[in-house]
């Protein structure tokens, strides 16, 4: 069976592949000529459903979307939803504007981390909404050159690094959207089981 993913990331395309890839489901890209709609939500949870129905609508597929960024606790959740948007320019140049905003924040008070919401539409109009998070600290300066976005500030007290500075196998398998696709794919294995043991149809 085939699944669309709203998006037209490769890397994002590539990592759902590998895991619902074991439960039979192909994923696909977003046809090029598909809209993008408003990402008017309030909460990662409500994006992802906004550009999951999107595609299920455009394409009449089961969909899946993805809403993700950095929540920070001394910014009371900031840049939450804007992350993307949080300042007009570069990754870096939103890395400098959280460092900016953070000055006078102490050490000991710079929890953060990174959210993912992925809502998946079913050819039944059935949705499931799933939620990983991956706990950090912001530093007061960057490090690493990996990954993107926010993840050279973004430090791991585990492994001792920024999400910059991790080998892209070891951030893949403890990332916000790792875990959420660890939890998406434990509930479609229950939907696709339960619809064999039962021999109804399967609602994907």
């Known amino acids: 069976m085939q699944f669309v993913l709203a998006s037209h990331n490769q890397k994002k395309l590539?990592?759902?592949?590998?895991?619902?890839?074991?439960?039979?489901?192909?994923?696909?890209?977003?046809?090029?000529?598909?809209?993008?709609?408003?990402?008017?939500?309030?909460?990662?949870?409500?994006?992802?459903?906004?550009?999951?129905?999107?595609?299920?609508?455009?394409?009449?597929?089961?969909?899946?979307?993805?809403?993700?960024?950095?929540?920070?606790?001394?910014?009371?959740?900031?840049?939450?939803?804007?992350?993307?948007?949080?300042?007009?320019?570069?990754?870096h140049d939103r890395n400098l504007f959280l460092l900016q905003n953070m000055e006078h924040v102490d050490e000991c008070e710079r929890q953060a981390r990174f959210v993912c919401a992925i809502c998946c539409v079913l050819g039944d109009g059935q949705e499931i909404t799933v939620r990983g998070e991956c706990e950090g600290e912001i530093l007061t300066e960057l490090h690493g050159t990996e990954g993107f976005g926010y993840d050279p500030l973004f430090y791991v007290r585990e492994y001792d690094c920024t999400f910059g500075e991790l080998p892209a196998a070891v951030k893949n398998r403890i990332s916000h959207r790792a875990h959420a696709l660890e939890k998406l794919a434990a509930v479609l294995r229950k939907k696709l089981k339960f619809g064999q043991e039962t021999g109804e149809q399967k609602t994907c």
């Open 14 to 91: 590539e990592e759902l592949s590998a895991i619902l890839g074991t439960l039979g489901i192909e994923v696909v890209p977003l046809p090029e000529d598909a809209p993008e709609p408003e990402e008017s939500g309030q909460t990662f949870e409500e994006n992802a459903r906004i550009k999951a129905l999107s595609a299920q609508v455009f394409t009449g597929m089961p969909a899946i979307a993805d809403d993700s960024g950095l929540a920070v606790d001394a910014l009371s959740g900031a840049p939450g939803v804007y992350s993307a948007r949080y300042c007009e320019g570069t990754d």
